[in-house]
């Protein structure tokens, strides 16, 4: 994509399929960032959501709570399911303390408007990037969803 364009490092489509599906066999568990959404142009015409089929994984949804979330979100997972990848659910990040209206009413919102499962709302944290792992990872396990979005992790989690 523009990246590699600024870089001049073309990015080779083939090669990053092989590394991702052999990565995927090496570990147990494999998270793989979408990098701005489906329609994302990676190469020569392929898109994240070219790389998203041709590596097999299922994937996860990951939407902010601020305004436009349920034109995006919705439109991600309608573009997954016409192009047949498999969707395990979505989850709302970054709720604030003290949400707007909007925000308030979003996991509502997309819950009524589409099939898949919402797995998580996780609130908004500060601190060091360490610190904010830590308390995302300890409000994990309270959640009501936790059963359902335990069988992704990885089994330490």
């Given at each position: 994509?523009?990246?590699?364009?600024?870089?001049?490092?073309?990015?080779?489509?083939?090669?990053?399929?092989?590394?991702?599906?052999?990565?995927?066999?090496?570990?147990?568990?494999?998270?793989?960032?979408g990098a701005?959404?489906?329609?994302?142009?990676?190469?020569?015409?392929?898109?994240?959501?070219?790389?998203?089929?041709?590596?097999?994984?299922?994937?996860?949804?990951?939407?902010?709570?601020?305004?436009?979330?349920?034109?995006?979100?919705?439109?991600?997972?309608?573009?997954?399911?016409?192009?047949?990848?498999?969707?395990?659910?979505?989850?709302?990040?970054?709720?604030?303390?003290?949400?707007?209206?909007?925000?308030?009413?979003?996991?509502?919102?997309?819950?009524?408007?589409?099939?898949?499962?919402?797995?998580?709302?996780?609130?908004?944290?500060?601190?060091?990037?360490?610190?904010?792992?830590?308390?995302?990872?300890?409000?994990?396990?309270?959640l009501p969803?936790?059963?359902?979005?335990?069988?992704?992790?990885?089994?330490?989690?």
């Amino acid at each position: 994509g523009t990246a590699a364009r600024l870089e001049k490092q073309p990015v080779d489509y083939t090669e990053l399929v092989n590394t991702s599906k052999r990565m995927v066999k090496q570990h147990q568990f494999t998270l793989i960032e979408g990098a701005g959404g489906l329609m994302v142009p990676i190469a020569g015409g392929f898109l994240i959501s070219d790389l998203a089929k041709d590596i097999g994984l299922p994937m996860l949804v990951v939407a902010d709570t601020r305004l436009g979330t349920i034109n995006h979100s919705l439109l991600t997972l309608l573009a997954a399911r016409y192009l047949e990848i498999e969707v395990v659910g979505y989850i709302l990040n970054r709720m604030p303390a003290t949400p707007s209206v909007a925000e308030k009413a979003a996991p509502h919102d997309l819950a009524s408007l589409t099939i898949e499962e919402l797995l998580a709302v996780i609130p908004e944290v500060e601190g060091s990037p360490r610190e904010m792992i830590e308390q995302i990872s300890s409000i994990l396990p309270t959640l009501p969803s936790w059963p359902l979005l335990k069988k992704y992790l990885p089994p330490q989690a």
